[in-house]
């Protein structure tokens, strides 16, 4: 079965730093990874997805993240973070439909809360 | 175009009393699920469906039913609440083929006591 960690469940970083948000994945089979966040009291939105091709995924607000293969991980990072980038971030796997008898079902990590300080 | 619409969003039960978390999608999306979010817990599958007619069982389908019997809808029934089952409800719907990415709904916030 496939599982995802977020290795830390806090970051707290000051504004302008950059921050990694640190997600692993266990599959050695074809998979699409995702990043969600969750602002306060809203609900889940996509942040990037990888699904083939080019390892490294960029969202339109700065935030890039690198499939690695081999260390199964698919990391997220921003070279500078802004207050407005205070939310839950969510680490999510999926296999292809059909793939191996998938019915293509997302399985979440447990989050890692990023709160900016000025 | 409203995408994943969740009703209510608020509500507070008493421990034996049932409810139904309503879902409604105007995308024609074929796959639809429910999610509960708890904290430190991350997001847990509950059930889900890939087309009306279709239901199965994610990781913690205990305690909740589910039907679909439009396209559009799929209602989550607690036929017995119990105060394990306070959470925060997602329901999220995606077209079958392709990315497999997820619309969610604002959710839905429920507290049994």
């Known amino acids: 079965a496939q599982s995802v960690t977020q290795l830390d469940s806090q970051v707290p970083v000051f504004e302008e730093a950059p921050v990694e948000l640190r997600c692993n994945y266990s599959s050695s089979v074809s998979v699409y990874l995702f990043w969600y966040v969750q602002y306060p009291n809203q609900g889940l939105q996509l942040l990037l997805k990888y699904l083939s091709g080019s390892t490294l995924v960029e969202s339109i607000n700065g935030f890039e993240a690198e499939f690695n293969k081999s260390q199964t991980s698919f990391h997220l990072r921003k070279p500078s973070v802004h207050i407005s980038d205070t939310a839950e971030y969510f680490c999510?796997?999926?296999?292809?439909?059909?793939?191996?008898?998938?019915?293509?079902?997302?399985?979440f990590g447990k989050g890692t809360k990023l709160s900016v300080k000025p | 175009n409203a995408g994943v619409t969740q009703t209510p969003k608020f509500q507070v039960l008493k421990t034996g009393q049932s409810m139904t978390l309503q879902c409604a999608q105007d995308m024609n999306h074929e796959y639809m699920s429910w999610y509960r979010q708890d904290p430190g817990m991350g997001l847990r599958l509950i059930h889900y469906?890939?087309?009306?007619?279709?239901?199965d069982q994610g990781e913690v389908p205990n305690g909740y039913n589910v039907s679909r019997s439009t396209t559009e809808d799929f209602p989550l029934r607690l036929l017995s609440a119990a105060p394990s089952q306070t959470s925060v409800y997602f329901c999220?719907?995606?077209?079958?083929?392709?990315?497999?990415?997820?619309?969610f709904g604002a959710g839905s916030r429920l507290t049994v006591l």
């Open positions: 469906s890939v087309g009306a007619g279709i239901t």
């Open positions: 999510a796997v999926t296999q292809p439909m059909n793939y191996g008898g998938s019915q293509g079902n997302l399985i």
């Open positions: 999220a719907s995606r077209r079958i083929g392709g990315a497999n990415v997820l619309t």
